[in-house]
């Protein structure tokens, strides 16, 4: 088990720089994503942890061992750290079998004959591969290469396993059986696990803790649920797949809520983390699932009037693009919710009432330069 | 169950001093690879310049610093008159073997034309084969005097020397066909790779097949054909063999053979006039890849589109069967004939009798001690040198295509000298850098100048052949190897040179064979008492023995089949004994 402390990483290719002195401090057999989109920096992170890069300044502890410190002149290249590491590639030698490979780190390492061979089948085993060992490691699917891939990467119970978006060359059904399969691993070999990926699912289902990065830095570290329920920023917010981010002003603050106008007269309830004054441009978001249909006629705060202009059938949900005294709303209503109301499917054109429950809603810090291209490019994405 | 990181006895102190002593003996080797690069690409290479500006040997005393030289190689007609020969060499034989090789290429990958699938292996194997084996079997072929196809002429219709192969014609035919197999392999991958629903998509807009071929397929490669097209103009305008023995006996004297003449058949030699020469084809070889950098940029052909996914080849018709005759024919031209010529020359006591073919050119090769010991020497040479090329070749490939900054543009530099520098050029300016190091010019004259001036001068060639499988290569797989524990040198020699090693090996061969049939260093490095074949055999053939020359080179290839064929059954043998290890190891 081992204990990753990060201090004022930075790395930067000639004058650009790819981290701005990031602090991290991974426990012991924990479970930690670094989640964001590309270019943010968290593959450059993972790398500059395995000692596959050089980090231009910082210090970087691995157990009680100091693996990195710019200051001192320590470096300790990737064969000194005892690490294991799951490539997106799979980075399977294809001149070795399946055993061959698994046992390459062992037979580095300097275990031989029975014992080594124990190991292999043991960890072989493990990943449900116990049959494969003399097959040539490329001439497997997909799948059972990266399960070849965790193998090697477990051979030599290294005290942490890097995961460089192990899953992403896989299709959708296998990445959930191999996300849970890269999970119980981690239960059971109690290791410490740091794994990228840009997608959010795969982050929340995996991890005891997500750190978000953009541009280099930790935008919001905090448990799966923190970050669904709390996103802090827009940024993140977008990344969680709240639909809506809208920018207004507040003409109502409370202690935990505040009344925000996002367009003339379309005023929404949203949570406040940190006291906000009247007057303040805020930006509110929220999921198009918060989004509910009212019956006309309702009165109250966060309701508003809208149009329907756009509206596709999902299965057990109706998807809606409403607009609404200029600001465009997404919403998922759910079907039962229609029929309560003794309503049919919306269509372009219909006018409906509509509420945005306030604890759905939250008002996250704004986007600013750079930050908004990319959420601006995410939302156009979506709408 | 996690075991622990395994703490150094001293901690942190001792990893100072770990990463203390990295650092100092990577930087150390560093320096060592980079000043070793700098003496044998980069300094000899500055020789060339001053040579035109000084007029003498380095080792003569008080020689002095003018243009008298340079003035005088550019006033001289003679100069001019190379230049013109030189670019009329280089554009025929550049747009033919280029216009050949597309050609092919096209068939072979994107037609239904019968024997298509054998133009791989046919061009490969011609590869294989020096272009001095070639150009004496067209001599041997095309002599005006006593070539066997005027000898069959004469006692046929008593005409006299209709064909005479050492003529503009000549020079022009074998070098055009010479470089078809290099220009189709240059051009295979992107005929193969390219999208050929571009071709369906005109085929719908109503255009026929050869309208599609010449306004969608042809300008859909086109990066690939003009890289190969200035390619094939450089290697044409450093060529020394073809020129020497075809060209010069008609009068017509290209760089190669004109800068050769300036140092061996003057008297006193003239040094300046040569390096002006050199300087000249340098200068036109940086215009030629600036030519290509400059039709490349700014132009984006993704002939790559990553689906591989096989559509049926272009119907062609009835002209299919003349396209499959073209094939045999060009098999017969540039592999069947000329080796052919050299067979039999070999096997003939004299040359020109046909009705007694006999072993006794074999026989009194091998029994000749001068032309044993030649032939001893050119193997050791060869093999030696191909290895040593094929490694150097490696070396620096892997560092240009794993490092950044300095250290990769140092290295592009000092590996694209020999690309520019024909071999005539090289030697000279090896023989001026080892004269002008007053401790080095021990080495003039001796074997090793030789075989490293060999080496560097097939170190081209092995960047090409090793450059495709290197960047097949994903910088992961060595990652992971560091991340299991492995050190660098072992990641290197596992795993980097384990997986390319076939392509290694095959590098190895092509540069040992071509290292044996190089004319142009030898003739000007060869010290007394080392003669390498091709020397060997330009003497033979001089004297008039083209039957001893002929059983030379096919002693040779006789050499290289063996080892294909050693090749060839040792993987037959060796995936069988792995197949029966792994079924009795595994056996229940």
Known sequence: ?????????????????????????????????????????????????????????????????????????????????????????????????????????????????????????????????????????????????????????????????????????????????????????????????????????????LSDRIIVMNHGLIEQDGTPEDLYDRPSSAYVADFMGFQNILTGVVVEAG????????????????????????????????????????????????????????????????????????????????RSELERLGLGHPSAGDTLEFRVRASGALVVKGREGQRQAYATEAVNMVA | MTERVPVTDGGIDSDIRATRLRVLLRGALWALFVVGLGIVFIFPATMIVIGVFRDGLPTAADVPWTFDGFVAALSNPATWTTLLNSLILVAAGGTISTAGGAFFAWIGTNTDVPFRRALTPLMIINLFIPPLFYTFGWIMLGNAQNGLFNQVLRNLWGVEGLINIQSWGGLIFTISLGFVPFAYLLMLGAFRNRDQSLDEAASISGAGTFRTFFTITIPSVGPAITGAAILIMVLIFQSFENPYLLGKPAGIDVFATQIYAYIRDTTPAQYTSAFTLSLMVILLVVVLFSIQRGLLRGRSFTTLTGKTSRR?????????????????????????????????????????????????????????????????????????????????????????????????????????????????????????????????????????????????????????????????????????????????????????????????????????????????????????????????ALTLYVNGDYSGAAALFMIILFAAAIVIGLVGLSRLLGSRISARTSATNHAP
């Not at chain 1, 290791?191 to 997608?199: G, I, K, L, P, R």
């Not at chain 2, 090693?501 to 071509?514: I, K, Q, R």
């Open chain 1, 255 to 334: 202690a935990r809520h505040a009344d925000v106008e996002v367009a003339e007269g379309l005023i929404l309830r949203a949570q406040v983390a940190e006291l906000v004054r009247m007057g303040d441009t805020v930006t509110v978001a929220f999921r198009a699932s918060h989004v509910h249909v009212e019956p006309a006629g309702s009165t109250g705060v966060g309701l508003f009037r809208g149009e329907v202009v756009h509206s596709t059938f999902v299965g057990s949900s109706v998807d809606l693009v409403v607009h609404a005294r200029g600001a465009s709303v997404q919403a998922r209503i759910e």
């Open chain 2, 312 to 536: 049926d080849p272009v119907r062609l018709g009835a002209v299919r069967w003349v396209f499959a005759a073209l094939i045999l024919l060009f098999l017969l031209l540039n592999l069947v004939i000329p080796l052919g010529a050299v067979l039999l020359g070999s096997l003939q006591p004299t040359f020109g009798v046909l009705n007694r073919l006999t072993l006794d050119n074999y026989t009194a090769v091998l029994a000749d001690p001068l032309l044993r010991s030649s032939l001893v020497q050119t193997a050791w040479v060869s093999v030696v040198g191909g290895l040593i090329a094929m490694s150097v070749a490696f070396l620096t490939t892997y560092i240009v295509l794993r490092r950044r900054g300095f250290l990769r543009a140092y290295v592009s530099l000092a590996m694209w000298i020999p690309w520019a520098l024909p071999g005539i050029v090289l030697s000279l300016a090896f023989l001026f850098a080892v004269l002008a190091v007053p401790g080095w010019s021990g080495l003039y004259g001796t074997p090793l100048l030789l075989g490293i001036v060999l080496v560097v001068a097939t170190i081209p060639l092995c960047v090409r052949l090793i450059e495709g499988a290197l960047a097949q290569l994903s910088p992961e797989l060595e990652e992971a190897g560091k991340v299991s524990g492995a050190s660098q040198s072992r990641v290197f020699l596992t795993i980097v040179l384990r997986l390319i090693l076939p392509s290694f090996l095959t590098g190895w061969f092509l540069a040992a064979l071509f290292i044996s049939g190089n004319l142009a260093v030898p003739m000007l490095l060869a010290p007394p008492g080392f003669q390498p074949v091709a020397v060997t």
């Open chain 1, 1 to 205: 088990m081992t204990e990753v402390v990060v201090s004022g990483l930075t790395k930067k290719y000639g004058a650009k720089a790819a981290l701005h002195g990031l602090d991290v401090r991974i426990r012991s057999g924990e479970f930690v994503t670094l989640l964001g989109p590309s270019g943010c920096g968290k593959t450059t992170t993972l790398r500059c942890l395995a000692g596959l890069e050089k980090p231009t300044a910082g210090i970087v502890t691995m157990g009680d061992r100091v693996v990195v410190d710019t200051e001192r002149r320590v470096f300790v290249p990737p064969e000194k750290r005892h690490i294991g590491m799951v490539f997106q590639s799979y980075a399977l030698w294809p001149h070795l079998t399946v055993a061959e490979n698994v046992g390459y780190p062992l037979r580095v390492g300097g275990m031989r004959g029975v014992e080594r061979r124990e190991r292999i089948a043991e960890v072989l085993d493990a990943v449900g591969l116990a049959e494969y060992g003399d097959r040539s490691a490329t001439a497997l699917s997909g799948g059972q290469q990266q399960r070849v891939a965790l193998a090697r990467a477990l051979a030599a119970r290294p005290g942490i396993i890097f995961y460089d978006e192990p899953l992403s060359n896989l299709d959708t059904k296998l990445r959930f059986t191999m996300g849970r399969q890269v999970r119980s691993l981690h239960d059971e070999n109690g290791m410490t696990s740091v794994y990228v990926t840009h997608d959010q699912e795969e982050a929340i289902t």
